[in-house]
């Protein structure tokens, strides 16, 4: 970063239009929500930022899951981790996967996939 620059202009000088990903310049618009969701059974509240909340919402639904279910798969392989924190590493990890492969959807990563049954 040059001397003076600030995060404004290192956004507007790194501005992703393309496909509607997360341009820059909304990254330091990005505001805490919270929201209450049931997780083994007892009520909890997780702060996330809106672009992991759409995240998470569209990887359980490319499961056809809930936002609640899934955030209790990732509740019971979290080891020691913060939960908020588990859930960033899984929706980026996620996502990581999705860009190395070039897959345009949600839908066929393997991270945090469950078990396949054996017939």
Not at 76 to 86: F, I, M, V, Y
Request: net charge positive; glycine share 8%; charged share 20%.
């Amino acid at each position: 970063m040059a001397t003076g620059e600030t995060w404004s202009r290192i956004a507007a000088r790194n501005r992703v239009v393309e496909g509607g990903a997360l341009a820059m310049s909304s990254i330091a618009e990005q505001t805490l929500a919270k929201r209450s969701l049931t997780v083994a059974a007892h009520r909890t509240s997780i702060s996330l930022e809106d672009a992991f909340w759409t995240g998470l919402r569209d990887i359980a639904a490319s499961r056809g899951m809930t936002a609640a279910a899934l955030v209790a798969e990732i509740d019971r392989n979290r080891g020691g981790a913060n939960l908020s924190s588990a859930i960033r590493v899984f929706v980026l990890a996620f996502y990581r996967e999705r860009a190395a492969v070039g897959i345009a959807g949600p839908d066929r990563c393997s991270v945090g996939a469950a078990p396949q049954k054996s017939t």
